[in-house]
C-alpha cells in the first residue's frame, strides 16, 4: 500500500481503476460544462434570437461558392502545412531521440519558443528577415549586385506556410521525438541486416511504428494551421481568408451571428469527422512496444555521417527557428542611436502615468500563474482522458477520442461568446471571473496532453502490466509502478505543451471579459497598438522577455522529470 | 517527492483562484465599465473621481470594440457593468438596434458639438474623436523632392505608384474608415471606381493597422517595408513624438487631413439598461464627459476630446490637426450596407 | 584462406573498455562462438563485422573482400539479435518474409521459402500469428527463421537465449545447432555462457576486456584453458598457485601434483587447474602411478542429480570442489576423507595470473 495516500483517498482511486466510466466522467463533465454547454447556448441564440427561426440571414451560405472555396482553402493550407513541418521536423526528432551532445536542452527549448510568440510579432520577425527588405534579401541584393531583391516571399503561400513550420516544428520534435526514443534502435538494425537500406528500413520499419506519434503531431499541427487566423491574414495579405476569419468578421464586425454560428458548426462537424479518421487510424496503428531505457539509446555522434546530421539539424533548427527569434531580440536592443537597453528600461517607466500601465514583472507572474494552473488542471484532465482512451477500444473511445480534440478546434469567437451567455448564473457565475482565463487555456492544452500521452499509453505491453497485477499491485500501483514511469515523459511533454499554450495564447482571452490581469501577450499587443518608435521597441523587448520566460519554464520542467525519468 | 510537488502546484492554482475568483464585488458604490483593450486613462484622474464622488470603478475589457460591444449586447438579459464605453459611429445603430441603452441627457453635452452628438436619444453620448488618414513618411517625401499627397485623388498620380499601404475593411477598424472615407468622398457610385484605381496604381492591402504601420509602412518599420503612405490616424504624428527613442523636436510623420480625405471615428458612451446603480452611473458619465478627463483624452488614448472646453496639450497642436471637412457617412446606411459595401470592396480589390 | 578473417580491430569508446586489436578467422560452415563477460567487447566485434559499427582502425575480410565500405545492408549477413527485435506491426509470416522482400523475390518464392524457414524451426502453422501472441520460446524460433530465410551468407546470433529462462535455454541450445548444422551455416555466436558455448560451438573464442584469450574447439578448451582468467570464466574453482620443479612435479601450496603436461624450465611459476572430475574415492583400490592423493575434511556436499558436489579443506588449508559419483556415497560433511586425484585432470598454465 502506498504510504502517501489514507485509507479513504486509497478506496475512492480504487474505484475510479474498477469503473473506468469515472475515470473519463471528469473530463467529460469539464468538457460538458465549459465547452458544450456554452456552445449549445451561442448556437441556440442564434439561430434563434427571438424565438423564431430566421433562415434568411443563412441565404448566403448555401447561394454562393465563396464559403465552400473558403472551406477548401482552409483544408488544403492546412494540410500543406502539415506535411511540411513533418517533413522539416522528423529529421529533428530523430536527432533529438538518439543522440545526445553539448546544448542539447537548450537546442530543444529553442524549438519549444516559437509556439508562445504572438503573431504579430512572428510575422514582423519574418518580415525583417525575409521581406523585400529584410536582412536576406539585402544581403543577397548587395552581394550579388542585384537590382531588385531576388525572391519576394511576402503575401505569399510560402511566407505562411514556412511561418506555420516555424510554430508547430516543436509538436513533432516533442510528439514523435519523445517516442522515437522509446523505440529499440535494434529494429531498425534487424531489417537493415535482412538487406533493407537505411531508406527501406526507416519507410517500412521506423515510420509504422511511429505512426501513432506522427498521427498524434500531424493531428494537432492540422487542426491548429486549420483555425490559424492571423499568421494567414498577416504573412499571406487579405487574399486568403480561413474559415475562421470568416466566422470573426461574421460575428464581430457584422454581427450576422446565426452565419457565425453556421459556420462553426459547419468547421466543428468537419474536424469532427477529420478527427474520427485520424484518431482512428491512430488506434488502428498502436502496437504494444518493448520499453527501452532512454540513457542506453542516446549516443554521442561519433561518424561523419552522425555528425553531418546532428550539425546539419542544429544548423536547421538556428536558421529556421533561431533566426527569426534573434532578429527579434536584436531589434529589441537596436535603438537609432545603436545598441541600448532603452525598451527594456522603458518598460519599468509609467511613462503616461497610465491607469493600465502595466508592470513587467507583473505581467511576467500573471502569465505564469495562468501557466500554472492550466498545466494542472490540463495535466490531470488530460491524464484521465487518456488513461481510458488508452483501454482496449469501445464504440464509445472511437467517439470519446476524437471529441477531446474539438476545443482546439473551435473558433475563439463562438466560444468567447458562449461563456458569456451560459456561465452567467451562480454557481458558475464566472463570465467576469479571472477563472475563466485559466479555463478557457485549458480547454486549448488539454487536447495536447492527450495527445502527447496516447501514444506512449498504448504500447505499453498488457503483460507488463499484467505481470505487475500479478504479482499482487493494484490497479493504481499498476499505473503507478508501471505506467507512470513509462509514460512520464510523454506526461512531460504534455504539461510543457500546456503551458506553453497558456504562455501564448491570445485569441480565446481576447473574447473573455476580464478585470485587470494583462499577460505577458496582452502587453505586447497593447505596445503594439499605437504608434511611435518605443512602442515598437517595447513590444520587442516583452516578446524578448516572453520567450526567455517561456525556454526557462521549459528548462524548468525538464529539470524535475516526472516519474523516474528514465523513459 | 513528485506527489507533493504537484500538490504544492496544486495548492498554488487553489490560492491564486481563491484570491481572484470574484474581483467585482457587489458593492453598493462600485461601478463597473464595460470597454475596449485600448481604453485608457491616467491614474491620477481616475482617483481624482474616485475620491471625490466615493464611487469604486471597475474595469472591465473585452477585445476590440467590435467584441466588446458583441459581448454586451449578448448580455443584455444580465448585464456584466453599468456602463459601456467604446460604441463608435460604425457600430452605433447596431448598439442602439439592440437596445441596451438607456437615455441620459447629461448637462455636460451643453459643452460638446452638435456635429458630434448623432443621437437625439441621447442613449450614446459622444466622448471623442479621431480622424482617420493618410500619414506619410516625411523624410521619405523630402528625400525624393515629391510632393507629400493632400488629396485621396493624389493617391492615382503615377508618381505616387507603389506607395501606399491601406487596411482591409473586412478584418480592420481603420481599413473600414478610411472605405467610409472614400464613400463619403467619391459617392457610392464612385468609390469602387476609384478603388479599382488604386489598385492600378499598386496599393498593398495589411490585413490590420498593426501590420500596415509596423510592418509595411517605412517610418513604423524602420525602413523594412517600403510604402511611404499609410492609413492612420491624424493624431497618429504626435504619438511618435511622445513615443520616441529619444527626444524629438519635430514628428516624423505627418498626417492628410485636408480635401475630405478623412472618415471621422467618434467614440461614444453609455448607460446599460437594468442597471441597479443609475446614480452612479450617470457620475461616471459625467466624469467622462467633464473637462478633467477631457484633457487626459489625447495623451491616452490618442484622440481628440469631444469636450469643446477641453485644452489640447501643446503635442497635439503642434503635430496633428483636425480635419475640418470630413468625409461623411451616417451610421444607419453603414450599418445597412456595411458587408455590402465591404463585399463589393474586396471583389474589386483582392480578387 | 577462411572465409571470414577479422585482422586488427581497434575500437575505443569513450569511458567504455573497446577492441584492442582483434584478430579471428572463420571457415565455412563453422560455427564460431566468442564467449566472454559482459562488457568484454564481443557485442561490439559482432557489430563491427555487421556493418552496423565502424572499427577505428583495422579490416574485416569476407571471402577476401574487404567489407569496410559495404553498408550493413549490402553485405548479405544475418544477425539474430539480443531481444529478436521482432517487428510489432507485423505479423509472423511478414517477419519472416521481410528479408525475402528486400531480395525483390517473387511472391511465390517468398510464400514457398518463409513456409520453409518457418518448417525448419518447428513453427508450421504460425504464419498468421501476431508476434505479441508469442511465447518467448517462440519468438525466439521466428527470429532465427527470419535470419535463416534470405540464405545469408554469414550468421551472426547475439546472444540469443539471453532473455529465456533456463529449461527453454537447454532445450533450444541442441536445437540451434542442429538447425545451424542442417543448412551448413557459417555463423558467429555471442553469448556470456559457457555451457551455451560448448553445446553450440566448433570454435570458441573466449574474450575479456577487448581483447581474445583462447581459441580452441570447445573440448579442447575444456581440457587445456590457455590462462587463468580463461580457467575462471569457463567456471574452474581449482587454480592453485605454484612452481614448477623437474619431472612435471608442481609444488603449490596444498601439496605436490604430478603432471602429463610438458613442465616448462623448472623453477618456473605456474598456475595449476585441478578439474572437478580429476578426482575419485580411493575405495579400497589403492592409487594408480602418478595419482596425488589428498587428505582432508569434506565440509559441503551437495546432491546435483547426476553426481554431488563436494568441498574438501585440506590439512594445509586449500579449499577444493570436485565431483564425484553418486556411487560410492560420499561421507556426511565434518567427516574425514581422503581422495585420489588422475593426472589426466590436471592442467598446467602459465603463472602470473595470465
Not at chain 1, 435 to 460: C, N, Y
Not at chain 2, 67 to 74: E, K, Y
Not at chain 2, 229 to 234: K, L
Not at chain 2, 251 to 257: H, I, K, Y
Request: proline letters at 6%; one cysteine or more.
Amino acid at each position: 500500500m502506498d504510504r502517501s495516500l489514507d485509507g479513504s483517498s486509497l478506496k475512492v482511486i480504487r474505484l475510479i481503476s474498477r469503473k473506468g466510466i469515472l475515470l473519463v466522467g471528469i473530463p467529460l463533465l469539464f468538457l460538458a460544462v465549459f465547452y458544450f454547454y456554452p456552445l449549445l447556448r451561442i448556437f441556440v441564440l442564434s439561430f434563434r434570437p427571438e424565438g423564431a427561426w430566421d433562415p434568411a440571414s443563412l441565404s448566403k451560405l448555401v447561394g454562393s461558392s465563396y464559403y465552400v472555396r473558403t472551406l477548401w482553402f482552409t483544408t488544403w493550407q492546412a494540410a500543406a502545412s502539415t506535411l511540411l513541418t513533418l517533413a522539416a521536423a522528423l529529421p529533428g526528432a530523430y536527432v533529438f531521440a538518439r543522440y545526445s551532445f553539448p546544448g542539447k536542452k537548450l537546442l530543444q527549448s529553442i524549438t519549444a519558443v516559437p509556439f508562445v510568440l504572438p503573431t504579430v510579432v512572428v510575422a514582423a520577425a519574418f518580415q525583417a528577415l525575409l521581406g523585400p527588405r529584410g536582412l536576406v534579401n539585402t544581403w543577397l541584393t548587395e552581394w550579388f549586385g542585384l537590382d531588385s531583391p531576388p525572391f519576394n516571399l511576402d503575401r505569399t503561400f510560402w511566407f505562411f506556410l514556412l511561418a506555420h513550420v516555424f510554430y508547430n516544428y516543436t509538436i513533432v520534435v516533442r510528439i514523435v521525438g519523445g517516442f522515437w526514443a522509446t523505440l529499440e534502435p535494434a529494429l531498425n538494425e534487424a531489417a537493415q541486416m535482412l538487406g533493407a537500406s537505411a531508406w527501406q528500413a526507416f519507410r517500412k520499419i521506423t515510420l509504422p511504428l511511429l505512426r501513432p506519434a506522427v498521427v498524434a503531431s500531424a493531428l494537432l499541427i492540422f487542426i491548429f494551421c486549420f483555425s490559424s487566423f492571423g499568421i494567414i491574414l498577416i504573412l499571406g495579405g487579405p487574399r486568403f481568408a480561413t474559415i475562421e476569419v470568416e466566422i470573426y468578421r461574421q460575428a464581430v464586425h457584422i454581427f450576422n451571428l446565426p452565419m457565425a454560428a453556421a459556420l462553426s458548426i459547419i468547421q466543428i462537424i468537419f474536424t469532427f469527422a477529420l478527427m474520427y479518421v485520424f484518431t482512428w487510424i491512430q488506434r488502428r496503428t498502436s502496437v504494444a512496444l518493448n520499453p527501452v531505457s532512454r540513457s542506453v539509446m542516446e549516443r554521442r555522434p561519433v561518424s561523419l555521417k552522425d555528425k553531418l546530421l546532428v550539425g546539419g539539424n542544429a544548423v536547421f533548427i538556428l536558421l529556421l527557428l533561431g533566426a527569426p527569434m534573434l532578429a527579434l531580440v536584436l531589434r529589441s536592443f537596436t535603438t537609432d542611436s545603436g545598441f541600448s537597453t532603452v525598451f527594456y528600461q522603458s518598460l519599468f517607466e509609467n511613462r503616461t502615468q497610465s491607469l493600465f500601465f502595466v508592470p513587467p514583472l507583473e505581467a511576467v507572474t500573471n502569465s505564469l500563474l495562468f501557466g500554472l494552473a492550466t498545466l494542472v488542471m490540463a495535466s490531470i484532465l488530460g491524464l484521465l482522458a487518456a488513461a481510458y482512451l488508452a483501454k482496449p477500444s469501445s464504440r464509445l473511445t472511437s467517439w470519446l477520442d476524437p471529441l477531446f480534440m474539438l476545443p482546439l478546434s473551435t473558433s475563439a469567437v463562438t466560444l468567447g461568446f458562449g461563456f458569456i451567455i451560459a456561465l452567467d448564473q451562480p454557481p458558475l457565475n464566472l463570465r467576469t471571473s479571472i477563472l475563466l482565463v485559466p479555463l478557457a487555456h485549458t480547454l486549448v492544452a488539454f487536447p495536447f496532453v492527450v495527445r502527447s500521452l496516447l501514444p506512449a499509453l498504448r504500447s505499453i505491453p498488457r503483460s507488463l502490466k499484467e505481470a505487475a497485477a500479478l504479482l499482487g499491485a493494484s490497479p493504481w500501483q499498476v499505473w503507478k509502478n508501471v505506467d507512470m514511469p513509462i509514460v512520464g515523459r510523454a506526461l512531460l511533454v504534455g504539461a510543457v505543451f500546456a503551458l506553453t499554450v497558456s504562455l501564448g495564447e491570445f485569441g480565446a482571452t481576447v473574447f473573455v471579459a476580464r478585470p485587470q490581469t494583462p499577460t505577458m501577450p496582452l502587453a505586447i499587443y497593447r505596445f503594439l497598438g499605437q504608434p511611435g518608435a518605443l512602442n515598437y521597441g517595447q513590444a520587442m523587448a516583452m516578446s524578448s522577455l516572453l520567450m526567455l520566460v517561456t525556454a526557462a519554464g521549459f528548462l524548468f520542467l525538464e529539470k524535475m522529470r516526472i516519474g523516474r525519468g528514465e523513459f | 517527492m513528485k506527489g507533493r510537488l504537484f500538490l504544492i502546484l496544486l495548492l498554488m492554482t487553489g490560492i491564486m483562484a481563491w484570491g481572484q475568483v470574484s474581483p467585482l464585488a457587489a458593492d453598493e458604490n462600485t461601478v463597473t465599465l464595460m470597454t475596449h483593450d485600448s481604453f485608457n486613462v491616467s491614474k491620477e484622474v481616475m482617483a481624482g473621481f474616485e475620491s471625490r464622488t466615493g464611487i469604486k470603478v471597475q474595469f472591465l475589457k473585452a477585445g476590440d470594440s467590435g467584441a466588446a460591444l458583441n459581448q454586451a449586447i449578448l448580455s443584455k438579459n444580465n448585464p456584466m457593468a453599468d456602463v459601456f464605453f467604446g460604441v463608435d459611429n460604425t457600430f452605433m445603430s447596431r448598439a442602439l438596434k439592440a437596445g441596451i441603452f438607456e437615455p441620459y441627457a447629461s448637462p455636460l453635452l451643453a459643452e460638446i458639438p452638435d456635429s458630434l452628438k448623432l443621437d437625439t436619444q441621447n442613449r450614446l453620448l459622444p466622448v471623442d474623436f479621431g480622424d482617420v488618414c493618410l500619414n506619410y513618411d516625411k523624410k521619405w517625401f523630402a528625400d525624393k523632392g515629391l510632393t507629400p499627397p493632400s488629396s485621396l485623388e493624389d493617391l492615382l498620380k503615377p508618381e505616387y505608384k507603389g506607395l501606399t499601404v491601406v487596411e482591409n475593411p473586412a478584418t480592420s477598424s481603420p481599413g473600414l474608415a478610411f472605405l467610409l472615407a472614400t464613400i463619403g468622398r467619391f459617392g457610392e457610385s464612385g468609390y469602387l471606381d476609384y478603388w479599382k484605381k488604386l489598385r492600378a496604381n499598386d496599393v498593398l492591402v495589411s490585413d490590420g493597422w498593426e501590420d500596415a504601420y509596423w510592418g509595411q509602412f517605412s517610418v513604423g518599420s524602420k525602413g523594412k517595408g517600403s510604402r511611404p503612405i499609410v492609413v492612420s490616424y491624424a493624431s497618429s504624428p504626435p504619438v511618435e513624438v511622445v513615443f520616441a527613442e529619444t527626444p524629438l523636436d519635430d514628428s516624423p510623420t505627418a498626417p492628410v487631413v485636408t480635401n475630405s480625405s478623412c472618415f471621422r471615428q467618434i467614440e461614444f458612451v453609455g448607460i446599460i439598461k437594468g442597471t441597479k446603480k443609475t446614480e452612479q452611473a450617470r457620475k461616471l458619465v459625467d466624469f467622462l464627459l467633464g473637462r478633467e478627463f477631457q484633457e487626459d483624452v489625447p495623451l491616452q488614448m490618442y484622440v481628440f476630446p469631444a469636450n469643446k472646453t477641453a485644452k489640447l496639450p501643446e503635442v497635439f497642436v503642434k503635430y496633428s490637426s483636425v480635419a475640418e471637412q470630413t468625409s461623411e457617412v451616417s451610421s444607419e446606411d453603414i450599418a445597412a450596407k456595411r458587408e455590402q459595401w465591404i463585399e463589393a470592396w474586396t471583389e474589386a480589390v483582392l480578387r | 584462406m577462411a572465409l571470414l578473417e577479422i585482422r586488427d580491430i581497434i575500437k575505443s569508446f569513450v569511458g567504455d573498455p573497446g577492441l584492442y586489436g582483434v584478430s579471428l578467422d572463420l571457415e565455412r560452415g563453422c560455427i564460431l562462438c566468442l564467449l566472454g563477460p559482459s562488457g568484454c567487447g564481443k557485442t561490439t566485434l559482432l557489430r563491427i563485422v555487421a556493418g552496423l559499427e565502424q572499427a577505428d582502425s583495422g579490416r574485416v575480410l569476407f571471402d577476401g573482400r574487404d567489407m569496410s565500405a559495404v553498408p550493413p545492408h549490402q553485405r548479405n549477413f544475418g544477425m539474430m539479435f539480443q531481444e529478436f527485435a521482432l517487428f510489432p506491426h507485423k505479423d509472423v509470416f511478414e517477419n519472416v518474409a521481410f528479408g525475402l522482400r528486400m531480395q525483390k523475390e517473387s511472391a511465390e518464392t517468398i510464400a514457398r521459402r518463409t513456409a520453409d524457414a518457418l518448417a525448419l524451426v518447428g513453427l508450421e502453422g504460425f504464419a498468421a500469428r501476431n508476434v505479441g501472441e508469442l511465447s518467448g520460446g517462440e519468438r525466439q524460433r521466428v527470429a532465427l527463421a527470419r535470419s535463416l530465410a534470405p540464405q545469408p551468407r554469414l550468421l551472426m546470433l547475439d546472444e540469443p537465449m539471453g532473455a529465456l529462462d533456463r529449461a527453454l535455454r537447454e532445450r533450444l541450445m541442441v536445437d540451434i545447432r542442429r538447425i545451424l548444422k542442417r543448412v551448413g551455416m557459417t555463423s558467429i555466436f555471442v553469448t556470456h555462457d559457457q555451457a551455451e558455448a560448448f553445446a553450440i560451438a566448433d570454435v570458441i573464442a573466449v574474450m575479456n576486456q577487448g581483447r581474445v584469450e583462447q581459441v580452441a574447439p570447445p573440448e579442447e578448451l575444456y581440457r587445456r584453458p590457455a590462462n587463468a582468467t580463461v580457467a575462471r570464466f569457463l567456471g574452474f574453482h581449482n587454480l592453485l598457485d605454484g612452481l614448477t620443479s623437474n619431472d612435471g612435479i608442481v609444488e603449490t601450496s596444498c601439496g605436490s601434483f604430478r603432471t602429463l603436461d610438458e613442465a616448462p624450465a623448472s623453477g618456473n611459476k605456474a598456475v595449476l587447474l585441478l578439474r572437478p572430475d580429476a578426482a575419485r574415492l580411493p575405495n579400497g583400490s589403492p592409487p594408480e602411478p602418478g595419482d596425488t592423493v589428498l587428505e582432508g575434511i569434506l565440509r559441503d556436499r551437495t546432491f546435483l542429480g547426476r553426481n554431488y558436489q563436494i568441498g574438501l579443506e585440506t590439512s594445509s588449508g586449500c579449499f577444493l570442489l570436485f565431483e564425484l559419483p553418486n556411487e560410492p556415497r560420499p561421507p556426511q560433511p565434518g567427516e574425514k576423507i581422503r581422495l585420489l586425484i588422475r593426472p589426466t585432470g590436471l592442467t598446467l598454465m602459465p603463472g602470473n595470473g595470465k
